[in-house]
């Protein structure tokens, strides 16, 4: 989305491209937020669900116990050692545990001074942990057979998600969500984005008995069927084998006051959202009045540890 050119906007152009640090993004014209991780994680932390009022960990849900915390990451691999983040060495990185379902989220929490349009922008990668051993069963893997080019290791990363949780307007809530689903549940590559259609269950829902879920069960939407593509297969840069890091740009652009997605870029492919739906709470929630979180996750569909690296982030507004 494009405004005419004027003196002024032409001025905070040329600032951006005057620093290398934010040069690479196209903000909108409030930074709310620039993540350089090279100076620490900036806030993004482990998300945990709820607790009661004794601090009886126990009573945390299930599914929301061991999403892991995001780590700084040299990005270093058995092959070549450090291969460090698109700009100098550190990532915030995302890794999920060895188990099939396993997922691992990292959350930023801030709160909304206005309404309309809001952006994050960012640089990732994304690749399964390298198997080593002597197994001629490890060159292949669902229905991907190792030829010197496509690598099973690519078949065995299953989906990464950007998403918000927004409430205002007296305790409207709601989710946006766009996940990227490299696999089925069946290790099968499908490279589609996809989007929930029920908004995700809730700590509340749990204590009044309309929602339990297990320990490894999709906490944004666990019913696979309520998963819908808004786009056709987009093969990304994983590049052949699990020890090579190419940086892909993202960009996400929604609409606070309308409560909609409105466009997802990767890398030079823009997808129109503006026909995603947005599912909204049927209930109102307390204690969450203009809040504004995002979050990353990372979900492995195989016994096989999956990673998300970010380079950095940048949070823009219109307001």
Known sequence: MSTSPTPATDLRRALLDADPKLSRFNPLPRILAHDDFQTGTHGWTELIG????????????????????????????????????????????????????????????????????????????????????????????????????????????GALTVATDICGDGGT?????ARYRNTTLDNALDRRWVYPAVPEPTPREH?????????????????????????????????????????????????????????????????????VPVPVYEEKYESLETLLNFYFSVRTHSNVRNFLFLDSVLISVDW
Request: hydrophobic residues 35%.
């Open 173 to 177: 809530r709601y989710h946006t969500v």
């Open 207 to 275: 204590v009044q008995g309309k929602a339990s879920l297990a320990y490894l069960a999709d906490f944004t939407a666990p019913d696979p069927d309520d998963w819908k593509p808004f786009s056709d297969p987009m093969e990304l840069c994983y590049n052949e084998v699990p020890t090579k890091v190419n940086w892909h740009y993202l960009r996400w652009l929604i609409d606070t006051d309308a409560r909609k997605n409105v466009e997802l870029q990767i890398n030079d492919r823009i997808i129109d959202m503006r026909d």
């Open 50 to 157: 709820n607790f009661d009022g004794n601090g009886n960990l126990r009573t945390v849900d299930d599914h929301m116990r061991d999403f892991r915390p995001p780590q700084l990451s040299s990005c270093t691999f058995f092959d070549t050692g450090t291969h460090g983040a698109l700009s100098g060495t550190y990532a915030l990185k995302l890794a999920t545990r060895p188990i099939a379902g396993h997922t691992a989220v990292g959350i930023r929490r801030l709160t909304m001074a206005g309404k309309g349009l809001v952006q994050l922008e960012t640089y990732f990668t994304y690749k399964s942990e390298a198997t080593l051993g002597k197994d001629p069963a490890n060159n292949s893997f669902g229905g991907v057979e190792w030829d010197g080019n496509l690598h099973p290791s690519e078949a065995q990363f």
